[in-house]
């Protein structure tokens, strides 16, 4: 029987195999001209932890912790500090990654284009922010198949943005179905405050690098492809897959996703006067 773990903010918790779990934490970052990407680590037990003590020894003399925004600017809790020693906190932060994760994921979208296509009257696709937690679970259950590995996943993502409870009911009834449970690998799903999950940090600093080189570099071709980003993605690419959904992949998504918005509703209605009789 499956292990039930505590109810977090209206999220079930169930761990399926306790002895073989991954941990993937995921955070979101948006630009300005409507780039919007989450993007986060997967780390095996108890590797988390191990990273989660560098990290803070590291990032600890900061309140709170890494905001990428803030570092690469140099502004709020970083403000004042040496390019120097921004440079070192940069190349410190990617060493303890390489060293813990299992693996990388990165997915965006443009939240101009999703609004278009989005069935927005089915409940966790009408914002980038649910699609793009649904396509980097896909990613991590997909990684894994290839991989040849038996995991679960437990998924964290940051707490407080604006889409959380749509996201929540769309996880919730989503793995209801056994194929989609079973394509994302899912043991649970928690949302947290980067206070009390350290390796959010780490996914801020993807999805904000991520969303970043999307933007500037492959969109408006204004910036290279930073260091940073490289030193994460060059020191094993197998470890990590990053992809912009747009055009006609995302169109049919949308349409495929429409179409089983429409098969629940049909299976709703037929219940419902089932029952009346």
Not at 2 to 14: M, N, T
Not at 64 to 71: F, K, Q, V
Not at 75 to 87: N, R, Y
Not at 185 to 205: C, H, I, N, T, W
Request: glycine share 8%; net charge positive.
């Amino acid at each position: 029987m499956p292990k039930r773990l505590p109810r977090y903010k209206g999220v079930l918790l169930q761990a399926l195999n306790l002895n073989h779990m991954l941990r993937a934490y995921f955070d979101e970052s948006e630009r300005e001209g409507g780039v919007f990407c989450v993007a986060g680590f997967a780390f095996a037990s108890p590797q988390d932890k191990k990273f989660t003590k560098e990290w803070s020894r590291l990032f600890g003399r900061y309140p709170d912790g890494l905001h990428m925004r803030e570092l690469a600017h140099r502004i709020g809790a970083f403000s004042g500090i040496q390019a120097a020693e921004q440079h070192r906190l940069m190349v410190e932060a990617v060493k303890i990654i390489n060293r813990h994760v299992s693996a990388g994921f990165a997915i965006s979208c443009n939240l101009h284009e999703v609004k278009l296509l989005a069935p927005r009257w089915i409940r966790g696709f009408g914002d980038a922010y649910p699609l793009c937690c649904h396509l980097t679970m896909l990613a991590v259950g997909q990684f894994l198949e290839k991989s040849g590995s038996a995991e679960r996943v437990t998924y964290v993502f940051e707490s407080g943005h604006s889409s959380e409870a749509e996201t929540t009911d769309f996880i919730r009834s989503a793995v209801q179905s056994p194929q989609v449970a079973e394509s994302y690998r899912y043991a649970g799903a928690e949302f947290l405050l980067k206070s009390e999950a350290v390796p959010l940090q780490a996914a801020d600093m993807l999805a904000w690098e991520w969303a970043k080189f999307r933007d500037e570099t492959l969109e408006k071709g204004i910036r290279p492809l930073r260091r940073s980003l490289r030193a994460l993605f060059e020191n094993d690419p197998k470890r990590y897959s990053g992809a912009h959904v747009t055009g006609e992949p995302l169109a049919k998504f949308m349409v495929q996703i429409r179409e089983l918005g429409l098969l629940q509703l049909r299976e709703e209605r037929a219940k419902g006067g089932s029952g009346a009789g």
